[in-house]
């Protein structure tokens, strides 16, 4: 599999058992200092067993997010627009041969009732995520395309979907240069397993089952113009450690390739799908202990990079991993194509069951209560700050003036159109706060963005 040389991660696994607590200490100050860790660094933290030293490791993770990202958590949905699939990936539901799950493939009209449902909850950035086909008498990149244009063009009132980012199968260059110039934000693609006798046993069949056209699609993004890329692995495939640092040695590649690191890692692991046997018994188990540390790790060996949590954790885990890492995480998720409409018995397969089943507004609310600032803000993506012009800001954390800045515009936006009581009453309570440390020139800033919502004014930004 091109990137990845899997006997210097073997060795490099097998050597960091010998690391003394001196070299975990100096490997920790250099990532406060906001420095990336290499390969050998990374395989040292995810080795080390030692209770004490691994609260170390924590408590440095929690500093790194805190300094790149100060507290505010980005918001999204996933929005399946179809489970119509050409592969037979032994985990996922959406698997050829799942003769247990309804198939569907949205039309143009039920993709603007998933949307208009969407924002009249309050969302504003949309993960469009589809099987690796397409309806009959379509191309995968026209359907992609079509469905693109039909979320950006549906509204609920004066409300529109800000930014849509896109989960689908590798393209060639031609065809992501039509992604782009259809104004995504971030494409992500999952390697799934960066192991290689492991990748082509869990994909037996299909466009899928080529590892290395899945590992180069993001290099071929890459030269279509897209410069937020996202990459993640499906943690339970193979041993964690071994797909962490595989993951990271991805991460190298992108980085002396293209000078840009991945905007977003995602983290998933593998949650049990109706009729598939595998995901309810993952061949490597990930235990809620070693899923810490992944993120932990993650955090600090890629301080810059935004890390992405779905739906598929349960509540406690969700809200741990914010303080080890995680600055996106996903809300109010249905995995089924046209699920948030139809909610009947005869909706189409989700791809997998979920953890966390609490609405927006719960979540917000519960991320005002951990004191996280949550997030709708699409900036960064209207002020070109992507690719490299955004790494130069994240990776010294200078990002996180303007992250928080509009994150409280954008919380307003929310708590003004769509909050329950409960939740004005403390979202209310924590943009005063938020305001009063603040200087006098980012207050009377942050007052004009404020007194324009109250205006009716929607999606400024600085």
């Excluded at 208009?116 to 990149?141: F, Q, T």
């Excluded at 782009?180 to 290689?196: A, P, V």
């Excluded at 799908?273 to 899923?291: C, H, M, R, T, W």
């Excluded at 404020?450 to 400024?460: I, M, P, Q, T």
Aim: aromatic share 8%; hydrophobic share 35%; proline share 4%.
């Amino acid at each position: 599999m091109k990137y990845i040389d899997e006997e210097r991660i073997n060795n490099l696994l097998a050597d960091a058992s010998k690391a003394d607590s001196q070299n975990l200490d100096d490997i920790l100050a250099k990532a406060k200092s906001l420095k990336r860790l290499g390969l050998k660094e990374s395989a040292l933290l995810l080795s080390n067993t030692e209770p004490e030293q691994i609260k170390k490791i924590f408590e440095a993770a929690s500093f790194v997010k805190d300094a790149i990202y100060g507290r505010r958590v980005v918001l999204f949905a996933p929005l399946y627009i179809s489970n119509l699939c050409a592969n037979s990936c032994l985990y996922c539901a959406f698997k050829s041969d799942n003769l247990l799950i309804k198939r569907k493939a949205l039309t143009v009209s039920e993709i603007n009732l998933q949307v208009e449902w969407l924002l009249k909850r309050g969302h504003k950035r949309i993960l469009m995520v589809c099987g690796e086909d397409a309806p009959d008498g379509k191309s995968n990149i026209d359907y992609y395309l079509e469905a693109i244009k039909s979320i950006y063009a549906s509204s609920a009132g004066k409300n529109k979907i800000k930014r849509v980012n896109v989960n689908c199968a590798p393209l060639a260059v031609d065809e992501f240069k039509k992604l782009k110039n259809c104004g995504i934000g971030t494409y992500q693609i999952f390697q799934e397993t960066y192991h290689s006798q492991t990748y082509l046993r869990m994909h037996p069949k299909g466009p899928k089952s080529d590892p290395d056209n899945r590992i180069t699609a993001p290099d071929r993004a890459f030269r279509a113009g897209i410069d937020d890329i996202g990459i993640g692995a499906l943690f339970g495939l193979y041993d964690w450690r071994f797909e962490t640092l595989a993951l990271l040695s991805h991460v190298e590649h992108m980085e002396e390739e293209f000078k840009v690191g991945p905007h977003t890692i995602s983290v998933p692991r593998i949650e049990p799908a109706e009729g598939v046997e595998l995901s309810s018994n993952p061949p490597y188990k990930i235990s809620d202990d070693q899923f810490r540390k992944i993120v932990a790790v993650l955090r600090l060996s890629v301080p810059y990079t935004g890390i992405i949590m779905s739906t598929r954790e349960d509540i406690q885990m969700r809200d741990a991993l914010l303080s080890l890492g995680v600055s996106q995480i996903s809300a109010e998720s249905n995995t089924s194509p046209g699920g948030y409409t139809n909610v009947d018995k005869e909706q189409a397969g989700g791809q997998f069951s979920l953890g966390d089943h609490r609405s927006l507004d719960e979540i917000v609310g519960a991320l005002i209560t951990h004191d996280y600032i949550p997030s709708f803000c699409a900036a960064c993506y209207r002020m070109e700050r992507t690719g490299e012009s955004f790494m130069k800001l994240a990776m010294p954390g200078t990002i996180k003036g303007k992250c928080s800045m509009n994150a409280l515009i954008t919380l307003k936006e929310y708590l003004d159109d769509f909050a329950s009581g409960q939740v004005k009453g403390v979202g209310y309570k924590m943009i005063e706060r938020y305001f009063k440390q603040l200087g006098p020139s980012e207050q009377d800033k942050l007052q004009f963005f404020f007194s324009r919502v109250r205006e009716g004014v929607r999606d400024e930004y600085v």
